[in-house]
């Protein structure tokens, strides 16, 4: 069965988008042939994506995960029902405030391929809930004092173990995955 991850890039202070949504911060970087093909081969392991609705439940060019160049099954959290919207080749599946149905449809969907995990909001639930394997992390060296946390509100600490890390020009990649069923310190 398909593995999930959180895949995102941060900053050093932990926030993966600045107070209102955006993510121009990410860009300007020196960035060297190794730190795209880490980003490359995890994004050729995609199999599925599960995010967040904006609010207007629209598909909106500048919001689509991974800029659309992955043609892959998307999953998106709302709160009210939708048809299925199939834009440039994406199929976007809107999913009633039920984390673990998006998560189970698009790990079905993904087959042996990964399920990307887009969002603070949809991590953090799928963290509680114990159903992240991995974490995939790419970090920009800029610290923006403010924004949209990744783990921020995570009501439990999870212990982690170190898979790979590397570091080449701008970004250092994190690769981590979740131990289950073990006791946080002092447990």
Partial sequence: MSKVMIHATVSVDGFMADPDGGMDWMSGFPVA????QIVERICSDIGAIVGGANKTQTIEDGEIP?????KVPVYLMTHREHEVVEHDGTRFSFVVDDIEEAVRRAQHDAGEKWVSLLGG????????????????LHVVPVVLGEGIPLFAGLERQLRLERLA???FAGEVHL???VLRDVPAPGE
């Fill in 33 to 36: 042939p190794e730190d795209e």
């Fill in 175 to 177: 690769r981590y995955r």
């Fill in 165 to 167: 890390t590397s570091a």
């Fill in 121 to 136: 909001r949809v991590a953090r639930q799928c963290l509680a809930l114990g159903l992240v394997d991995e974490l995939r």
């Fill in 66 to 70: 991974y800029g659309g160049f992955l």
